[in-house]
């Protein structure tokens, strides 16, 4: 095919598309942006018009200010929207609250830009949906064979285990404020933890936006504020930074827990003091990413942010021509 | 496999004593038999595999893409873990194995078929079960539980004195059928009639100076020299030899030589000691021969070691225990006098006429080896061999640590109920250069010794004075116009080419934060060579 150069290009803002010109989850401030999620990283203010899902545009204006952009359109999923001679659709990513991937045809060619995904349920936001592509731009946060993560279910039956296991104590579990605090809370009522969950004041505007959008999250009250030695036996979701940190020390001998992906290695549980690991990922595990790939079966496949190595080498291994991008500005949320 | 895997990975990651016995007794009052008596086993090192890892890497390669294989293994950077992870089970995997399956098997299968059995386990696993496999098959499971927590867990489990299971420990064997159905009172205590086994010890108190001393009379005490060695019991009847740890751990392999010199019938109580030319060397010496599997001909040459005897527990088959120590004693110095062995001599008593005299002893001991003892010890002469820690029959009275002005430098998070507090301190003395340009070196880490007022000042102070952060450590200003003196107590000093400043302390700790002593007036190192034992 004529190029997938032509529609889309690396350039330092972040991807570019050049006949609808507008970028895709830039890192700098640009004219025009297509924004897939809002995790700081992908969604930042400054930019001239936005263009996300409705869910999307609301954690940027709680994040940023409703002044986060110039301009701002609300595309719903699946909902078509021109640019210049480019279609624009948002699909569902299943990352979190709002999270799409942005499709893009032109002249007949459609290039599937996947944003942050995973293929798992979650009770917080609708499932990935997969379009036939020519090109996919996966993310490869966790693209190393030693990421396959356990059912996030199990994972959280570790959790109410070690909570009746050790009733004195404080469980505090670091989870990102989006996506990953809401997760865990949803799979703790599963589970059918009724009790009241206490949350670190960085919760509170997300788990609002989330209440909002139809997301039942049960009794939560604030953790701030609480007496010394409190909230024995309870359970506190707080960010990960802060978990072990001098806010922590408020708290019934508190186990220090973790939900992320990285918990999968014990070596990095370790580095931060955590006792109690919870492998619980908003990303695409490894098996999660190549079967993705296999599934689509894209032409070509363009691997961002994350370790691309192993992932190239495994599309050479299953000749699927395959190419790393480096986009600079992409953290991982879980660290 | 499925709750031993999880046991050992919640061991693995939880730092508090209390938590890891509140995890062990769980898993031991509600594992079935003969489970739970295989992972205690392998918790307590009584069964060990000790495959080599180099199959399991094979077994890996021939199922995932070596390059793959060797990214994942970067990343992880621990081959048992890596495999765990990274391997792709094939579907209609058979059931998941149960521990005492996999201990059994082991036990009978030859060294061929390991590596097909390993194959089928590691396929019907998960990762948390094909860690705990490997990790076991490898015989490292490090896991932070020793012998010692192990039993302290049965004792709760059971509600009974830690020492009534010590007593019968060595004469039980895995999967320890026995003892759980004493510890669940559907059977009788086991016999401890087991020759050379390990009878608990008798441990003494620290002596309180400001009370003790008026409320005991000198003349009911003996008093000995405090040998800064390790605490060993060593057995040997109808054959069998031993050489236990204070707190029943075997460690007869790593010293044969005092193993060749057991040729008696009883069991004894004693200091192991490096001995050089008959006379005591420092702890640094016996440090070289401690915590090995084995130990060759030149190590053993080169650190002789040795028991200087200070307590006899059998003599034959006849139970001391229950005789005053001043009885025991005479028949530990006949006992002792007609062995005849240069490697198991006598801790001699020193006499005294009154506190105050044992005092001035205790300042100034008399030449020789006193001068490197780490104090005295003072026993009732009417006093039984009793386990555990009475109060009064025995005590230690340790001589005033070494003490010097240190300037903290570097601070560390500590873990558990300190995990949000910098509270492992490394800190440094002045050293001049050849330009006469001084700075500071590093002499050691404490990290105890203050209240937890005083950490909270202290953590406060290194987040107030951070000038750099490297991974979890933060360096913390110090110079000769600013910085925080913390008076650091300590038991020894030994020469050490692992340490930049070439010295090492032994059991260093806070004594005293001196927020009102300027940075420049800590110690230097001069002061501290001349410290050295």
Known sequence: ?335 | MKAFARLLDQLAFTPSRNAKLTLLREYLGHAPDPERGWALAALTGALRFDAKPGFIRKAAEARLDPQLFALSYDFVGDLAETVALVWPARPGANREPELPEVVEALRTASRREVPQLLERWLDALDAAGRWALLKLLTGGLRVGVSARLAKQALATLGDVPVGDIEEIWHSQEPPYGDLFAWLEKRSERPSADAPGRFRPVMLAQAIDEATDFARYDAADYAAEWKWDGIRVQAASEAGQRRLYSRTGEDIAAAFPDVMAALTFDGVIDGELLIFNKGHAAPFGDLQQRLNRKAADAKLMARFPAGIRTYDLLMDGAEDLRALPFAERRQRLEAFIAKLGSDRIDLSPLQPFASWDELAALRANPPEGDPQIAEGLMLKRWDSIYEPGRPKGPWFKWKRDPHLIDAVLMYAQRGHGKRSGYYSDYTFGVWREDANGDRSLTPVGKAYFGFTDEELKRLDKFVRDNTIARFGPVRSVRADKDFGLVLEIAFEGLQRSSRHKSGVAMRFPRVNRIRWDKPAREADELPTLERMLD
């Open chain 1, 1 to 335: 095919m004529a190029g997938f150069r032509q529609l889309l290009r690396n350039t330092p803002e972040g991807l570019y598309c050049p006949p609808g010109d507008f970028h895709i989850d830039p890192v700098r401030p640009v004219p025009r942006a297509i924004i897939t999620h809002g995790h700081s990283d992908h969604a930042r203010s400054g930019h001239g018009a936005v263009l996300a899902t409705p869910q999307t545009l609301a954690i940027m204006a709680a994040r940023y200010g409703a002044d986060f952009a110039e301009k701002s359109e609300a595309a719903s999923y699946g909902q078509r929207v021109t640019r210049n001679a480019v279609e624009v659709t948002l699909m569902p990513a299943g990352h979190v609250l709002g999270s799409a991937q942005a499709v893009l045809r032109w002249k007949g060619m459609t290039a599937v830009i996947s944003g942050d995904y995973k293929r798992r349920r979650d009770p917080t936001c609708p499932l990935f949906e997969p379009v036939p592509c020519n090109l996919f731009v996966s993310e490869a946060t966790f693209g190393l064979p030693v990421f396959r993560f356990p059912d996030a279910s199990d994972e959280v039956a570790k959790l109410l285990k070690s909570v009746s296991l050790f009733p004195e104590r404080t469980h505090l579990v670091g989870a990102y404020a989006l996506g990953k605090a809401q997760r865990i809370i949803c799979l703790l009522r599963e589970a059918g933890y009724q009790k009241t969950l206490y949350m670190h004041g960085a919760m509170d505007s997300m788990n609002a936006l989330y209440q909002a959008d139809g997301v039942s999250l049960g009794p939560l009250a604030p953790a701030t504020g609480a007496a010394k030695n409190a909230l024995p036996g309870e359970i506190v979701i707080a960010p990960p930074s802060a978990i072990a940190d001098k806010w922590a020390r408020r708290f019934a001998d508190p186990i220090p827990a973790f939900a992320s992906g990285w918990m999968m290695v014990r070596a990095r549980a370790r580095q931060r003091h955590v006792e109690l690991p919870l492998v619980v990922s908003d990303h695409a595990d490894w098996d999660e990413l190549t079967e993705t790939f296999t599934e689509l079966k894209p032409e070509e496949l363009w691997i961002t942010h994350g370790s691309e190595e192993a992932l190239l080498r495994w599309a050479a291994l299953n000749d699927v021509s395959a190419t790393a991008l480096e986009i600079a500005g992409y953290e991982d949320e879980d660290e």
